[in-house]
């Protein structure tokens, strides 16, 4: 892969993907160790942090709203910075990283609600669950995703 061409952003992200990037980036990886994770690349690729961002924020495949949640929890990334790719975020699962920013980057629940009901791809109707059964997010309000969800797929089977 040469230094210009960026790879594609995954809906799994794994050690190879992180190598591709980062060398794609200019990033001397041959430091990279074979058990790392995303905590793990805090503090020698702290540099690249702003390309990272950048480049998660204008991903079109794969599942940039979640990345954005780990570069959140393990990377230092702003929550705010975050909470915008998840909001327009168009492919992945932003629901459930909207979930996982509030179960563990302290999000608001109000924030993640609106996120989840408005999603139209990924799975809401789990995340709603999660948010009623962990965050206190009424179970109608739950139902309702669940009811918004599964009538998106009715639809779309035609």
């Known amino acids: 892969m040469s230094a210009t061409t960026l790879p594609e952003c995954p809906g799994i992200f794994t050690?190879?993907?992180?190598?591709?990037?980062?060398?794609?980036?200019?990033?001397?990886?041959?430091?990279?160790?074979?058990?790392?994770?995303?905590?793990?690349?805090?503090?020698?690729?702290?540099?690249?942090q702003e390309k990272v961002e950048a480049y998660f924020a204008n991903a079109k495949t794969g599942d940039p709203a979640f990345a954005a949640f780990c570069m959140v929890y393990s990377c230092g990334s702003f929550r705010e910075w975050a909470e915008k790719i998840i909001e327009t975020s168009q492919i992945g699962n932003p629901a459930y990283s909207a979930y996982r920013m509030v179960y563990s980057c302290g999000s608001s629940r109000e924030w993640a609600e609106k996120v989840i009901e408005e999603s139209q791809i990924g799975n809401p109707a789990s995340a709603a669950n999660c948010m009623a059964y962990y965050f206190g997010s009424s179970l109608e309000w739950a139902r309702k995703v669940e009811q918004a969800q599964k009538a998106r797929a009715s639809q779309s089977s035609f």
């Open 15 to 48: 050690l190879r993907f992180a190598r591709e990037l980062l060398s794609a980036l200019g990033a001397d990886i041959n430091i990279i160790r074979d058990n790392w994770c995303w905590a793990n690349f805090r503090e020698p690729f702290s540099s690249y």
